[in-house]
């Protein structure tokens, strides 16, 4: 058996992580002065209501060796492995920690960087789960995953880029230029990285490019899934996308919230769509 453990920012709900058998490791957000753990001490909620008062702009940090190190020797009193995926090395150091606690188990822990975030993560650790619980063997999953990246896509909107400005997740200037004449930025995550993927005109316009970027997908990859992911107050935009992708042949993974380290950097009104194909 080949137990899956993940991190905080595949934002899974417990019900997910419970049903699928996965782990998540939360990462840090350091905010009013006080660390607190992502999906256990904080949301999204708590963080806009904060900076609405004054609070300081919060940071994020990942989970010290020790602490997968402490998941990994858990898991593997029940599994003969451990297969542990993660958030981007390019926007975290999580995976880099993970790699350090796998170094003392003899070869029983692979980690492996997803090469994205929420639930593009997300959606690769339940699907290591359920190929795990079907008999599939590490280098099957592992190499399953490695397809998938190569194909899977995030297609997102935010209401202002100064919270990806001020956490170091893009330039002063693409900030600039996202606040003109209401434009709205289309921004993806590709190579493990946020990337600019075009722009709208308001959010409507930006709404309708990542539907018909999701329906181009479909096209493309074959039948495909979709993870809609939107910060709070986001779900009525999320339905008016749904309704307009009906009958595209992209299967309805649901609604999912982006945690409290992701809301760090995206910032309030954040919403779009993560796709992956089926097969």
């Known amino acids: 058996m080949i137990a899956i453990v993940t991190d905080s920012t595949s934002d899974l709900t417990p019900a997910e992580q419970q049903q699928h058998s996965v782990v998540s490791v939360p990462l840090y957000v350091l905010f009013g002065g006080q660390m607190h753990r992502d999906g256990l001490d904080i949301t999204p909620t708590d963080l806009f209501k904060g900076l609405r008062e004054g609070k300081k702009t919060p940071s994020t940090s ?158 493309q990859n074959g039948p495909s899934r979709a993870s809609f992911m939107c910060t709070d107050g986001g779900e009525a935009t999320l339905e008016e996308m749904r309704t307009a992708l009906a009958g595209s042949g992209i299967e309805d993974f649901g609604n999912h919230k982006f945690g409290a380290v992701i809301a760090t950097h995206a910032g309030p009104g954040t919403y779009g769509l993560v796709l992956e194909p089926l097969n």
Do not use: C, W
């Open 62 to 219: 990942q989970p010290s060796p020790a602490e997968f190190a402490k998941v990994y020797s858990e898991a593997l009193e029940t599994a003969d492995e451990v297969l542990s995926v993660h958030i981007s090395g390019q926007l975290s150091g999580t995976v880099g920690s993970a790699r350090l606690a796998a170094q003392d188990f003899g070869g029983r822990v692979t980690v492996m960087d997803s090469h994205t975030v929420t639930m593009g993560l997300g959606m690769q650790a339940i699907r290591a789960s359920q190929m795990s619980q079907g008999g599939r063997s590490m280098a099957e999953i592992v190499a399953a995953l490695e397809l998938v990246q190569r194909s899977a896509a995030i297609r997102f909107t935010v209401d202002t880029l100064d919270f990806l400005r001020m956490n170091g997740r893009i330039g002063g200037a693409a900030a600039l230029l996202g606040g003109l004449l209401n434009i709205k930025p289309i921004l993806a995550v590709r190579g493990g990285k946020v990337e600019a993927a075009g722009r709208a005109r308001g959010s409507k316009k930006a709404q309708a490019e990542i539907v018909q970027f999701a329906r181009d997908f479909a096209a």
